[in-house]
C-alpha cells in the first residue's frame, strides 16, 4: 500500500471509520500526526519524532514496540511458509503456546482457550462458569467502575451508562463497589442464585484501582464457601505487568478461571486467552458431546500469533521483564509521590502497582480555562471537570511524551509503558 499523508488518513477516517471520533482526536492534535513507525520505546513519526510510549496501548506493548526477538521468529515462520490457519488440523503452535500457559498460571488453571482480544476471552471465561454452574446459579457478581469489554455478553459486566444504555443487557447480574469485601459477603449470603464472581484484579479503565491487601484471598474463602466460581480478568494488569505474572498472585491465590490479552501476542498480533481450572473446564467442555459448544474461532489459535506470544513469554523471562517492571514501578511511584508532595493542590493521588501507575489531579474545574471546560464537557456529560486530557496533550505537545487517558475518572492519567522502560525514560 502506498503511504499516506495525515491530511488523507484523516478524511479517510471522517469519511469510513468513525467521524464521531475525529472531532476528540482533534482537539488533542492528534488528527495531525502521523506515526509511521514504532522501536523500544518509541513511536516516530512521519516527520522524524521520536514520540516516548508511557500509554502502552493501555498495556498491549509489554515488550517495547518491535522486539527484535519477536520480529525474527515471526520472520522464521514466515521464511519457512509455516501453516497459519489450523481449523481443520490440530495446530503444534497453538499447543505449544497453550503448555506454556498452562505452565506458568499457577493452581489447576491448566486449560487453554485461544482467541483474539480481551473481549472474546471474556466471553469464553463466562460461559466456562455458566456452563459449570447452569442456569439457578448463573447470576454474576461484578464491580462498579468495571470494563471487561464492549461485546455484548461482557458488555452486561462492563460498568458504563455510556457503553451500555443503547443496549439490551444480561439481566442476571448484581454490581457491588470494587474492592468491598463485605458487600460480596453480603450478595453471597442473601442471593444464591449469585454463581459467578467476575472482577478484574487491578481496575483498569476504573482508574487504576486495586482492592486492599488479601481482597482476594477473603473472596477466595467466600467463593470456596458459597460454591461460586471467581473469574478474574488479568487482560489489562496480567502478563508480568505488576511484577508478578498475574496481578492476583500478590495475594497468593487462585482464580478459577483467568483471562490475558492485550500484549500476549508479543505486540505484534492478536491474542487472548481464557485459563479455566481443568476440572471447571471438563465439566463444560470435556465431553464429545459439549466440546464444539465453545470451541476456537477462526483466527484462535492462528500459528503466527501464536509464535509471537511464545516468544514474548521467553523475551518476559529471559530480560527479567517482570523484576524491571517493579524497580521502575516503585522508582516512578516514588518521583511522583515527590512532585505530589511539592504540588498537592494539583496532585490527589499516585497509586498502582509496577508499570500499572495511576496519577490522580485534583478537580480544578472552577479555575479551567474555557477551551478546556468545552473539551471535557463534550467527553462526558457526568463530568465536572478535569486536568488530564489537557495534560496528556502538553506532555505530548512540549515532551513528545504520551500517557493514557481513563474511561471511568477523566482526572486520571494512566502510565502503562512497556515493561522494557528505563530509569531514563521514567525520568
Ligand atoms: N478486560 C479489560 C480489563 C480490559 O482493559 C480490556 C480492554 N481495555 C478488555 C477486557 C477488552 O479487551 P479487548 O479490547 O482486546 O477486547
Redesign the pocket.
Known amino acids: 500500500a502506498k503511504q499516506l499523508d495525515a491530511a488523507t488518513v484523516r478524511d479517510l477516517f471522517a469519511a469510513h471509520i468513525n467521524p464521531g471520533q475525529l472531532h476528540f482526536l482533534k482537539l488533542l492534535g492528534f488528527d495531525k500526526i502521523l506515526v509511521d513507525r514504532a522501536e523500544g520505546m518509541h513511536y516516530i513519526t512521519r516527520d522524524g519524532r521520536k514520540i516516548l510510549d508511557f500509554f502502552g496501548g ?2 498491549s506493548v509489554a515488550f517495547g514496540h518491535n522486539h527484535p526477538r519477536i520480529i525474527a521468529a515471526r520472520q522464521k515462520f514466515q521464511d519457512e511458509n509455516r501453516h497459519e490457519i489450523c481449523m481443520a488440523f490440530m495446530s503444534q503452535y497453538a499447543a505449544a503456546l497453550a503448555k506454556n500457559l498452562a505452565e506458568i498460571a499457577p493452581g489447576d488453571l491448566d486449560m487453554v482457550f485461544l482467541g ?7 466471553e469464553a471465561a463466562l460461559k466456562v462458569a455458566e456452563q459449570v454452574q447452569g442456569p439457578a446459579r448463573s447470576k454474576i457478581l461484578h464491580a462498579a467502575n ?6 455484548k455478553g ?1 458488555l452486561s459486566v462492563t460498568d458504563s451508562t455510556l457503553y451500555q444504555s443503547q443496549f439490551k443487557l444480561v439481566e442476571n447480574r448484581v454490581k457491588v463497589p470494587f474492592g468491598d469485601i463485605e458487600a460480596v459477603r453480603k450478595a453471597l449470603e442473601s442471593d444464591r442464585s449469585i454463581g459467578i464472581v467476575v472482577m ?1 484484579t487491578i ?3 476504573g482508574g487504576i484501582v486495586e482492592a486492599p491487601l488479601g481482597f482476594w484471598r477473603e473472596l477466595r474463602a467466600l467463593c470456596d464457601k458459597h460454591d461460586v466460581l471467581w473469574v478474574a ?5 496480567g502478563l508480568g505487568r505488576t511484577g508478578q505474572f498475574f496481578a492476583f498472585e500478590r495475594d497468593g491465590v487462585v482464580p478459577d478461571v483467568t ?1 490475558l ?2 500484549a500476549l501476542g508479543g505486540s505484534k498480533a ?1 491474542v ?1 486467552a481464557m485459563i479455566a481450572r481443568r476440572d471447571l473446564y471438563m465439566k463444560a467442555y470435556g465431553k464429545p458431546k459439549s466440546a464444539l459448544i465453545h470451541a476456537q474461532a477462526t483466527f484462535g489459535g492462528m500459528g503466527e500469533a501464536c509464535i509471537s506470544a511464545i516468544e514474548g513469554l521467553n523475551v518476559l523471562y529471559d530480560e527479567d521483564l517482570m523484576g524491571n517492571a517493579r524497580r521502575q514501578g516503585d522508582y516512578l511511584i516514588e518521583r511522583l509521590n515527590q512532585l505530589r508532595a511539592k504540588h498537592p493542590s494539583l496532585l490527589k493521588e499516585i497509586r498502582g502497582r509496577g508499570l500499572m501507575i495511576g496519577v490522580e489531579f485534583n478537580d480544578i474545574s472552577e479555575t479551567m480555562p474555557f477551551g478546556l471546560k468545552h473539551m471535557v464537557a463534550l467527553l462526558d456529560d457526568k463530568l465536572k471537570g478535569s486536568l488530564c486530557g489537557f495534560v496528556g496533550a502538553l506532555l505530548l505537545k512540549d515532551y513528545d511524551v504520551l500517557v493514557a487517558f481513563t474511561e471511568y475518572n477523566r482526572n486520571v492519567i494512566r502510565l502503562e509503558p512497556p515493561l522494557i522502560a528505563t530509569r531514563e525514560d521514567c525520568d
Do not use: I, L, R
Open positions: 493501555f498495556c483474539s482480544t480481551g473481549s472474546e476471552a471474556m468495571s470494563f471487561h469489554g464492549k461485546t461482557v478484574e481496575q483498569g479503565g480478568d488479568e487482560v489489562q494488569c483471562a490479552a492485550k492478536a487472548g
